[in-house]
C-alpha cells in the first residue's frame, strides 16, 4: 500500500516522469496482447482466445491521439506541413522499408516450404503493404494528420470545440452499431482481398479515434483527475478484465474492443503500483519496434517448428508465443540501439 500511494505521490503535478512510465507500461502490455493476438491463430483449436489481444490495436490508435493533443498544446504555432512531413518520415518510410523486408520473408518461406503463397506484387503494397499487420502505418499516419487538423480546430473554437467533440463522440458510438461495408473478396493474396481486410480493420477502429478526437478538449482535466486517484487504477483494471471475460464466453465484439482500447489509456495515466511500473516501462519504447517485427519471429518460429496446424498442441502454442515475444524484444531493442538501424523504428 505504501508503493502504491508513493506511486501515486510522484505522479501528482511534478510527476510527469512517472505518467510517462505508465504509459509504456500499457504500451508494452499492448504490444504483447498483438504478439497473442497473431500467435493464436496459427492453433484452429484455440484461435478464438487470440481475440483476448485484440485490445490493442484501439489502444494505440486513441493514445496516438492523445499524444497529438498534447503536442498540439505545447507547441500550438506548429504548422500541418510540418507535422505532416513529420508523420511521413517517421511513420511511412519505415512501412516501406518494413514492407520490403516482409516481401523477402516470404518470398524465403516460400523456397522452404514449396506450396506457401509469394506476395503478389503491386502498387496496392504502398498502401497496405506485404504483411497483415502493416496496414496500420499508413491508417494511423493519415489518422493523426487528420486528429491534428481536427483538434487544433476544436482547440481555436474554445466553448463551441466541446458541441464538436460531443459530435464525435455520438459519432464514435454510432459507428459500434454498424458493421463495416466491405466484405473481402477474391483469393487471401491479391489485392482485392488484402484491401477489404485493412479496410474492415481501419473500419473497426474508427469508433476508438472518433473518441479519441472527443476526449481531447477535456483531456488536461481528465487526466489530473485520474493522476489523483489511486482508486482510478483498480477500477479501470476490473473493467479491462470485464472485457476478457466477455470476449471469452461471448466471442469477438468490436465495440467491446474499443471500449477497452480507451479503458487501457485512462488507466495508463492513473497512479501504478510501484513494482509493477518498474517491471514493465521499460519495454514501452519498443513498443512499435516489437509491432513491426512479431510477425517475422512467429512466422520463422511456425516454420520452425509446425508441421501441421492441426495437430499443434496449446502447450507448442504457447511456447512460440514465448519465443515469439523474447525474440521481438530483443530485435527491437538491437535495431532501435544503432543509428544505422533505429529509423526503421516508427516514432
Not at 39 to 44: A, F, M, S
Not at 76 to 90: Q, V
Not at 154 to 182: E, K, Q
Amino acid at each position: 500500500m505504501t508503493q502504491h500511494l508513493s506511486s501515486a505521490a510522484a505522479y501528482s503535478a511534478p510527476g510527469k516522469k512517472q505518467r510517462l512510465e505508465a504509459l509504456d507500461a500499457a504500451r508494452l502490455l499492448a504490444a504483447l496482447g498483438i504478439i497473442w493476438l497473431h500467435t493464436l491463430p496459427i492453433n484452429p483449436r484455440f484461435g478464438a482466445l487470440s481475440n483476448l489481444g485484440r485490445i490493442a490495436v484501439p489502444f494505440f490508435v486513441i493514445a496516438a491521439v492523445m499524444l497529438v493533443a498534447e503536442g498540439l498544446r505545447r507547441h500550438p504555432a506548429r504548422s500541418f506541413l510540418d507535422y505532416a512531413g513529420s508523420r511521413f518520415t517517421r511513420i511511412y518510410v519505415p512501412f516501406l522499408i518494413w514492407t520490403a523486408i516482409y516481401i523477402l520473408l516470404r518470398d524465403l518461406k516460400s523456397w522452404l516450404r514449396p506450396g506457401n503463397p509469394t506476395v503478389n506484387l503491386n502498387p496496392g503494397l504502398l498502401l497496405i503493404g506485404s504483411a497483415h499487420h502493416l496496414w496500420f502505418l499508413p491508417f494511423i499516419c493519415i489518422a493523426t494528420a487528420f486528429a491534428f487538423i481536427t483538434i487544433r480546430l476544436s482547440f481555436r473554437l474554445r466553448r463551441w470545440g466541446y458541441l464538436l467533440a460531443a459530435t464525435w463522440m455520438l459519432v464514435g458510438i454510432t459507428l459500434t452499431c454498424i458493421s463495416s461495408p466491405l466484405t473481402p473478396k477474391g483469393d487471401l493474396n491479391s489485392f482485392r482481398w488484402q484491401a477489404g481486410y485493412s479496410f474492415n480493420l481501419t473500419w473497426d477502429t474508427l469508433p476508438v479515434f472518433c473518441w479519441g478526437l472527443a476526449l481531447a478538449p477535456a483531456w488536461p482535466t481528465l487526466r489530473n483527475w485520474l493522476g489523483r486517484h489511486t482508486a482510478a487504477f483498480w477500477i479501470l483494471c476490473l473493467g479491462i478484465a470485464a472485457y476478457a471475460c466477455m470476449i471469452i464466453f461471448m466471442g469477438r465484439s468490436t465495440w467491446l474492443e474499443n471500449i477497452a482500447g480507451t479503458l487501457l489509456l485512462l488507466c495508463a495515466f492513473t497512479p501504478w503500483p510501484a513494482p509493477l511500473i518498474k517491471s514493465l516501462a521499460w519495454g514501452g519504447r519498443y513498443a512499435y519496434g516489437i509491432y513491426l517485427v512479431h510477425v517475422a519471429s512467429i512466422l520463422g518460429l511456425e516454420t520452425l517448428l509446425v508441421r501441421n496446424r492441426t495437430q499443434l498442441s496449446l502447450g507448442l502454442t504457447l511456447i512460440i508465443f514465448v519465443l515469439g515475444t523474447l525474440i521481438s524484444i530483443a530485435a527491437a531493442g538491437l535495431l532501435t540501439r544503432f543509428k544505422f538501424t533505429r529509423w526503421m523504428m516508427p516514432a
